[in-house]
C-alpha cells in the first residue's frame, strides 16, 4: 500500500506513453526552481523525453523507473502531458494531465470512474482558469504553429513527390521552429502555383498560431494565399463550400458544443474541389458535435494521413491530418512555453484558498 510522503508538495513527473510524445509539463529549470520553494519533485527516466534525465537530476530531482508512478506516495501529485496507459485500474492520486474526458469524449464515463473507485481527484490541466474563464497555461498556440508546419510539409512533400495517403513515411520533430521555416520556404518554391490556405478559427490561439507559421513562411519567400475565416464567418452554419476552393483547410476552433458541420461527406464527391487536404488541429473527431464528419480516427507522427470519407480508390483523394498531440513536433518550445505558464500556478497547488485549483476541484466533483 502507498504511504504518505514526508513533503509538503510532492510532484512525480511521470513517462509519458502516448507513441512519439516528447514534451513535458515541467522542464528541468522550474523544477529547480519548485525544489528551492520546498518541493519534493520525483521525474521518471524517459528515452523519448526532449530533456535528458540528467537534466533534472542534476538541479535536484530524483529519478525512477518509468511507469512507476502507480507505486508512488498516496499525496504524491501525478503530473503528464497526455493520457495514462490504458487500464481499468482504479487511481488512488491526484493527477494533473490533459485527459479530455469533459466534454463527452469516447470512454469518459470509464475513465472517470477510475478516480470515484480509487479515491484519487482529477486536475484537468485544460480547466486551470482565471475568473472570467480563460486558460492559463495551454498548447493552444504552439499546436497552431505545429499544425500549420506538419501540414504544409506533408501537403508539398505529396505535390512534389506524388506520395499517396497511406504512403506517407513518419513525420520526424524539428529541433526548431527556424529549421522548419526554412525547409518550408525551400520545398514551397519549387511548385509552380501559390497554394491557397484557409483557416477557420483565426482569431484564437490555434488560430494565431498557425497564422503566425505561415506568415513567417512567407517573410522567407514562399508564396502564399490566406483566406482566414472566425466566428462572424461561419456564424450563419454550415456546410461551407467556400471551403472547397482551397487546398488545405486548417480547422483551429474550439469546439464548444452542437453546430453544423463545416463539410460532409457528400462534399468529397465534388469533382470541382480544389481541396486536398484537411488538417483537423481541433481534433474533434471523438466527439458527437464533430464540425469536420469526414472521417474517424485520429492519425499519429508514424501515420499522419487517412483518405477522407468517400474517397478509397481515388487516385488524387482528399486526405486528413488529425494529430491529437501536433505541439511535440516542436517539443523544446512547446515545453518551455508551456512550463513557463504553468509554474506560477503550480506553486500554489496545495492552497486551499487558491481560486484556481478550487475551481479545478470543483469541475472535477461536478463531472464525477
Not at 501559390?194 to 488560430?207: D, K
Amino acid at each position: 500500500m502507498a504511504e504518505e510522503s514526508k513533503s509538503s508538495t510532492y510532484l512525480w513527473i511521470r513517462d509519458e506513453v502516448k507513441d512519439g510524445e516528447r514534451r513535458t509539463a515541467v522542464i528541468p529549470q522550474h523544477a529547480k526552481d519548485l525544489i528551492d520553494l520546498g518541493f519534493k519533485i520525483t521525474v521518471e527516466k524517459s528515452k523519448t523525453r526532449c530533456y535528458r534525465d540528467e537534466e533534472y537530476s542534476s538541479v535536484g530531482c530524483q529519478l525512477a523507473e518509468a511507469g512507476s508512478w502507480p507505486q508512488a506516495p498516496k499525496d504524491a501529485i501525478i503530473v503528464g502531458v497526455k493520457e495514462l496507459p490504458h487500464s481499468d485500474d482504479p487511481l488512488i492520486h491526484r493527477h494533473l494531465f490533459f485527459a479530455h474526458v469533459y466534454k463527452d469524449q469516447q470512454g469518459w464515463k470509464e475513465h472517470l470512474s477510475r478516480y470515484t473507485r480509487g479515491g484519487g481527484t482529477l486536475l484537468d490541466l485544460e480547466f486551470l482558469v482565471d475568473d472570467k474563464g480563460r486558460r492559463l497555461c495551454a498548447f493552444s498556440r504552439i499546436a497552431g504553429v505545429s499544425g500549420m508546419g506538419v501540414g504544409l510539409l506533408t501537403w508539398v512533400k505529396s505535390k512534389l513527390y506524388g506520395t499517396k495517403p497511406e504512403d506517407q513515411g513518419q513525420i520526424i520533430p524539428y529541433p526548431s521552429r527556424a529549421d522548419l521555416v526554412k525547409e518550408l520556404a525551400e520545398l514551397l518554391n519549387k511548385l509552380t502555383f501559390t497554394p491557397s490556405l484557409m483557416i477557420i478559427g483565426r482569431l484564437g490561439r490555434v488560430g494565431t498560431g498557425a497564422h503566425n507559421l505561415a506568415q513567417q513562411v512567407i517573410d522567407a519567400g514562399a508564396k502564399l494565399d490566406l483566406v482566414e475565416w472566425d466566428m462572424k464567418e461561419t456564424a450563419a452554419g454550415g456546410p461551407f463550400y467556400e471551403i472547397l476552393k482551397h487546398d488545405i483547410l486548417f480547422n483551429c476552433i474550439n469546439l464548444q458544443g452542437p453546430m453544423p458541420p463545416f463539410l460532409t461527406a457528400d462534399m468529397m464527391q465534388e469533382k470541382s474541389k480544389k481541396l486536398r487536404m484537411i488538417v483537423d488541429i481541433s481534433c474533434d473527431c471523438a466527439s458527437p458535435y464533430n464540425p469536420l464528419p469526414v472521417y474517424n480516427e485520429i492519425t499519429t507522427f508514424k501515420k499522419p494521413l487517412v483518405r477522407a470519407a468517400g474517397m478509397e480508390g481515388e487516385e488524387d483523394p482528399v486526405s486528413v491530418l488529425a494529430i491529437d498531440h501536433l505541439p511535440t513536433f516542436l517539443p523544446r518550445e512547446s515545453s518551455e512555453g508551456f512550463s513557463r505558464d504553468l509554474f506560477p500556478v503550480l506553486k500554489n497547488i496545495e492552497s486551499r484558498d487558491d481560486a484556481v485549483w478550487e475551481r479545478a476541484r470543483q469541475k472535477f466533483v461536478q463531472k464525477v
